[in-house]
């Protein structure tokens, strides 16, 4: 039967296509810019006739109507991947919960160990000549997600760029359901804030250690936004791209001649991610451009595949660390922030690289809300806090005072190379939370 033929038979309206979901149930609901809009308005529509269900996706950049409808938790909640601010709004509200994580193995969850998946609602690119549809920004797992879900409805927006890719990156009109037409809906855009002072300064530390031909990873925010910025405007050249999230800085390199990806020894010439998320500068970038390569996270991520890139770079974010190297990369005490995402693929797979490197980064400071400066380097990590990076793993640790690298150091040695990049204003009292933590040596520096 012609692709096109297939395509009209499977057409619903969204109205038509959420019918299928029951009270109780489990749906996935794509990935981060690219949660379905249409279909959510029309699940939202059946809200008082649908009693607890679940839905899981990650990175929410707007309230789904769902989760706004009278008695929210009575009818939907939210299951997140990864939160993000408005994630932890909806998760003080009681509708929204995290889901713990190692991102390399997300797509085995969805094949072996998940809840059984109804349908999944997925937001996708125009249908090809050869009749399939583009994850767009989002291969990352979906793939297992389509395996899993007892029914598949692929929403498709005219602005969702057509990424080329692995077969994980695009499904075929015959292993879809429903397919909805939400016409030309604009993507959702994740900014990152303008570097800081402090930002630059990490930054600049970073780009020091970087050689020509690396093979980079970078994390979110405006740090990682800020090393790439002044990769762009360095003279580093022929860097390679292996990542998990394609973010806005790596367009910058790419615009600036820094990427070539000659010298990777894994899908050399190609820039590789799992998804995309950022500002429409980038979804441009991606749209049928042969030079990036989309394809699953068990890819991306796994430490085997990293380990073979050469000069390997692991450049992510901390929210606290402690004087024994743990690494909270996701929660503050018990309240949790966004999670642990792939950040410890990369830290072990960075330094398994020949020349690789691992950078966890932060201020070393934080402004609290009473207008108090309190410092990201403590003692132990905050009662409930989540170790995202055992101190085995940490590789090099950098503030604005410094980088350091702690493989291979003694309890005490690390103590002092971490309290080196604390704020001047509270390293005596780390010193002396040191000598009555038994991690300090009379020898050492003051």
């Given at each position: 039967m012609p692709f096109r033929e297939l395509y009209n038979q499977k057409l619903r309206t969204a109205q038509e296509a959420v019918q299928v979901v029951r009270s109780g149930d489990w749906i996935d609901f794509g990935w981060c810019a690219s949660a379905p809009e249409t279909l959510d308005a029309a699940l939202a529509e059946r809200w008082q006739e649908l009693y607890d269900v679940k839905a899981r996706g990650a990175v929410l950049t707007w309230r789904p109507k769902m989760l706004s409808v009278p008695d929210t938790a009575e009818h939907f909640t939210w299951h997140s991947w990864h939160f993000s601010g408005l994630e932890r709004k909806l998760m003080d509200e009681g509708i929204a919960w995290y889901i713990p994580l190692r991102y390399s193995e997300l797509p085995r969850y969805y094949r072996e160990n998940v809840e059984p998946i109804r349908a999944a609602m997925l937001q996708v690119s125009p249908m090809d000549d050869e009749g399939y549809f583009s994850f767009g920004l989002n291969s990352s797992h979906l793939q297992a997600v389509c395996e899993r879900s007892e029914y598949v409805i692929v929403e498709v927006n005219e602005c969702q760029p057509y990424c080329f890719g692995t077969e994980a990156s695009r499904i075929h009109v015959s292993d879809v359901d429903f397919i909805v037409e939400a016409g030309k809906q604009p993507l959702r855009q994740l900014g990152a804030a303008p570097p800081s002072e402090v930002d630059r300064a990490i930054?600049?530390?970073?780009?020091?250690?970087?050689?020509?031909?690396?093979?980079?990873?970078?994390?979110?925010?405006?740090?990682?936004?800020?090393?790439?910025?002044?990769?762009?405007?360095?003279?580093?050249?022929?860097?390679?791209?292996?990542?998990?999230?394609?973010?806005?800085?790596?367009?910058?390199?790419?615009?600036?001649?820094?990427?070539?990806?000659?010298?990777?020894?894994?899908?050399?010439?190609?820039?590789?991610?799992?998804?995309?998320?950022?500002?429409?500068?980038?979804?441009?970038?991606?749209?049928?451009?042969?030079?990036?390569?989309?394809?699953?996270?068990?890819?991306?991520?796994?430490?085997?595949?990293?380990?073979?890139?050469?000069?390997?770079?692991?450049?992510?974010?901390?929210?606290?660390?402690?004087?024994?190297?743990?690494?909270?990369?996701?929660?503050?005490?018990?309240?949790?922030?966004?999670?642990?995402?792939?950040?410890?693929?990369?830290?072990?797979?960075?330094?398994?690289?020949?020349?690789?490197?691992?950078?966890?980064?932060?201020?070393?400071?934080?402004?609290?809300?009473?207008?108090?400066?309190?410092?990201?380097?403590?003692?132990?990590?905050?009662?409930?806090?989540?170790?995202?990076?055992?101190?085995?793993?940490?590789?090099?640790?950098?503030?604005?005072?410094?980088?350091?690298?702690?493989?291979?150091?003694?309890?005490?040695?690390?103590?002092?190379?971490?309290?080196?990049?604390?704020?001047?204003?509270?390293?005596?009292?780390?010193?002396?939370?040191?000598?009555?933590?038994?991690?300090?040596?009379?020898?050492?520096?003051?």
């Open positions: 930054a600049n530390l970073v780009v020091e250690q970087i050689p020509n031909g690396a093979c980079l990873q970078l994390g979110i925010g405006a740090m990682p936004n800020a090393v790439g910025a002044m990769i762009a405007q360095s003279d580093l050249k022929d860097l390679g791209i292996h990542t998990e999230m394609y973010v806005d800085a790596f367009v910058d390199m790419a615009n600036a001649g820094k990427i070539t990806g000659i010298h990777k020894t894994v899908d050399p010439g190609l820039q590789v991610y799992a998804f995309g998320m950022g500002t429409q500068k980038l979804y441009d970038y991606l749209h049928n451009n042969p030079q990036c390569l989309s394809t699953s996270v068990d890819y991306t991520n796994d430490v085997r595949i990293i380990a073979q890139q050469d000069n390997f770079i692991s450049i992510n974010n901390a929210v606290d660390v402690d004087l024994f190297g743990q690494i909270n990369a996701e929660s503050s005490g018990t309240r949790h922030i966004s999670g642990s995402g792939g950040q410890l693929d990369f830290v072990l797979g960075a330094y398994l690289s020949r020349g690789g490197k691992s950078f966890v980064c932060c201020s070393s400071t934080v402004t609290g809300k009473d207008g108090q400066l309190i410092s990201r380097i403590r003692p132990t990590l905050k009662t409930g806090s989540v170790v995202t990076d055992t101190r085995c793993n940490t590789h090099y640790l950098v503030t604005e005072y410094g980088a350091a690298n702690l493989k291979g150091d003694a309890t005490w040695q690390r103590a002092e190379k971490i309290i080196s990049l604390a704020h001047p204003q509270f390293r005596d009292e780390l010193i002396a939370e040191a000598e009555q933590m038994k991690i300090w040596r009379r020898s050492n520096k003051r």
